[in-house]
């Protein structure tokens, strides 16, 4: 199934070529977001049927926490030497006042907050208690073949979703020529940190490195990385993906004053594919509205990346 990820991915981006209607788009959407509930469900279920999970979830807990401060210090790091060198973000300010551009041109941030007070956020991690629950007290063992099913629908759902996204969104790349290629090196930078904070957490920690870096490779995207991790190594592994990315998400806001402190792009280098979406609102409260739009350039790439790596990863790693 490696290749089913690169396929609904193009598919999307076939989709989303299309100039679509604001009304399609918005059902779309909503559909996604349907696929989104169910596939936390799904995930619950398979945590509270695996009693080894349940029974670890306090160890699994702290090493998830472990791999997730690793892969934001190591974002930040390689960020702050990126600042540091070929690309200080003060500088790109300047550009993006100078072009006349800012993050209001491309999204209304609060329109966005208001999004984020939707009520899509509570049911989201709703769904999964009420899984774990449900598959824990209630889940009859003949019908587990079920959520195999269910988690491959939301997947191909959930890639082909992002490949409308980005076929919706092609302004990014003309923001992209305005500001210069080296924009992307942030994306870059945020991976690499990334992935050597899943290496030396993995290490540390006697974890199999196939666990702690793909875990840490999915960049705040938890949805899709626990449910592909969960889809080719199974639910232990998968949990760790799921919780990696959201320990990543909490610990990026909590810190935020912190990581301002360090530099303009940790922030950013925290959020990594969050800064699409739920992370874009917080972050860029942080970092004004012209880097703002570099939040959600970084953001964009790393979602999109993000479907694309782990099948890479997982063909590294097997």
């Known amino acids: 199934m490696t290749w089913m990820p690169f396929l609904c991915l193009g598919v999307g981006l076939f989709i989303g070529f299309r100039n679509l209607s604001q009304i399609l788009l ?16 799904t995930i619950g279920l398979n945590i509270g049927i ?30 702050v030497i990126l600042e540091k060198t070929i690309l200080p973000l003060e500088m790109l300010k300047e550009k993006i006042r100078s072009e006349n551009i800012s993050i209001n041109k491309k999204v209304d941030i609060s329109d966005e907050y208001i999004k984020k007070s939707s009520p899509l956020i509570w049911i989201m991690p ?28 939301s997947l191909v759902i959930l890639y082909t979703g992002v490949g409308i996204s980005l076929g ?3 302004e990014i790349f003309e923001y992209i020529k305005k500001l210069g290629f080296r924009v992307v090196y942030i994306s870059v930078a945020i991976f690499a940190g990334s992935i050597i904070g899943g290496l030396v ?38 949990t760790y993906g799921f919780i990696v990315n959201v320990m990543r998400e909490f610990f990026t806001v909590l810190l935020l004053p912190l990581l301002i402190k360090i530099s303009k792009g940790s922030p950013i280098a925290g959020g990594a594919a969050g800064n699409m979406d739920t992370m874009l609102v917080p972050i860029t409260k942080f970092v004004g509205v012209e880097i703002g739009l570099v939040t959600l350039i970084t953001g964009v790439i790393l979602t999109f990346t993000v479907p694309l790596i782990l099948p890479l990863l997982y063909g590294l790693l097997a």
């Open 168 to 170: 919706s969104n092609l």
């Open 50 to 79: 695996n009693k080894y999970v349940m029974l670890n979830l306090h160890s699994i807990g702290l090493n998830c926490l472990i791999i997730a401060l690793f892969a934001i210090s190591f974002s930040v790091l390689f960020t």
């Open 201 to 238: 957490s993995g290490i540390l920690l006697h974890l199999p490195l196939h666990v702690s870096i793909i875990s840490a490779g999915g960049m705040s995207y938890y949805s899709l990385t626990g449910a592909y991790m969960t889809q080719v190594y199974g639910i232990e592994t998968g």
């Open 126 to 153: 709703a769904s999964i208690v009420v899984g774990v629950i449900i598959g824990y007290f209630f889940m009859p063992s003949n019908l587990t073949f079920i959520l195999d099913y269910l988690l491959i629908g």
């Open 26 to 41: 918005i059902r779309i959407d909503f559909v996604i977001n349907i696929a989104l509930v169910i596939l936390m469900m």
